[in-house]
């Protein structure tokens, strides 16, 4: 039998018809799609999670640089602030956005690290989920079903807008992946597939418009610091969820008002680097530095 959906309000009807979690669904679709083993395809999904560990461990361990030389450093920075206990935002928070600029500093460093849903936002997957899991004293296999949940929320943005920076600003990356993280989240903690929903489009509404101007049209500064902001952004949108806070526009409705924000910017704030930060007199002394004068 065909397992199809191709929006939120579908997934859910499906969730509630057969009465399971979106991981459920997701995983099915799979393989059914792929006419794979359920087994081959969770450990593809445990594969993904390996790498996403791996570079959270590299990144707050090793002295790294990005080959620009930008970026690098600031990870195990913000490690050793947050444990020494004397955090404004709490050391859990602060943890998360660690590992989650961990990420995005080996992937500046050309290091193996998992696009989820790209190189450019791939911190706040992992740094939201996996923490968020230690915390609460989760399995692997709690993270694997909760990479599948995210999977499905990503899949249905895909699918209805986009999470590429080039087409609809960092909104669509970093909202993307914060709204697929802060659903995973909720379904890993027992919510129910609306409440992941609800923290999908809460986390996409609080960075809508948001633009992408990489300085030197470097995925590095500010994606950096923006998948720290990014995976915050999960973390509070998985709490109002998790508390019986809904989001007034349905998730369908909210992701296709970030396509329509994200066609409504210019294209010099739209990953082209050549507007916003990227075009401050200190962005073009970068990219100067970096490229000459181009």
């Known amino acids: 039998?065909?397992?199809?959906?191709?929006?939120?309000?579908?997934?859910?009807?499906?969730?509630?018809?057969?009465?399971?979690?979106?991981?459920?669904?997701?995983?099915?679709?799979?393989?059914?799609?792929s006419q794979k083993s359920k087994d081959s395809i969770i450990s593809e999904m445990q594969e993904?999670?390996?790498v996403m560990k791996?570079?959270?461990?590299?990144g707050l361990t090793e002295d790294i640089r990005s080959v620009s030389g930008l970026t690098g450093g600031d990870a195990k920075k913000l490690r050793y602030y947050h444990e020494k206990g004397q955090t404004v935002a709490g050391q859990e928070l602060n943890k998360a956005v660690a590992a989650a600029m961990a990420v995005l500093e080996v992937n500046g460093a050309m290091g193996q690290i998992v696009a989820a849903p790209t190189a450019g936002?791939?911190?706040?997957?992992?740094?939201?989920?996996?923490t968020t899991a230690e915390?609460?004293?989760?399995?692997?296999?709690?993270?694997?079903?909760?990479?599948f949940t995210a999977s499905a929320v990503g899949y249905l943005i895909t699918n209805n807008a986009t999470v590429a920076g080039a087409e609809g600003g960092c909104q669509a990356e970093t909202g993307a992946a914060?709204?697929?993280?802060?659903s995973a989240i909720v379904e890993m903690l027992g919510g129910t597939p609306a409440q992941a929903l609800d923290a999908a489009a809460i986390s996409i509404k609080n960075i809508l418009g948001l633009v992408c101007d990489p300085i030197a049209g470097l995925v590095e500064a500010p994606c950096i610091k923006r998948n720290a902001i990014g995976t915050?952004?999960?973390?509070?949108?998985?709490?109002?969820?998790?508390?019986?806070i809904t989001s007034i526009i349905p998730f369908d409705e909210v992701v296709e008002a970030m396509l329509k924000v994200g066609k409504s910017l210019p294209c010099e704030l739209r990953e082209t680097g050549t507007g916003g930060l990227a075009e401050t007199p200190t962005g073009r002394q970068i990219r100067e530095r970096i490229f000459g004068d181009i």
Do not use: Q
């Open 1 to 33: 039998m065909s397992i199809s959906f191709t929006s939120g309000s579908e997934l859910l009807s499906m969730c509630s018809k057969s009465n399971v979690k979106i991981f459920e669904i997701m995983l099915a679709r799979e393989v059914y799609l």
């Open 48 to 50: 993904n999670l390996s």
């Open 54 to 58: 791996r570079a959270i461990e590299r």
């Open 121 to 130: 936002s791939s911190g706040i997957l992992p740094g939201a989920i996996i």
């Open 135 to 147: 915390r609460f004293g989760k399995t692997d296999e709690d993270v694997i079903n909760a990479l």
């Open 178 to 182: 914060a709204a697929m993280a802060a």
């Open 232 to 244: 915050t952004n999960a973390l509070i949108s998985a709490d109002l969820a998790l508390a019986g």
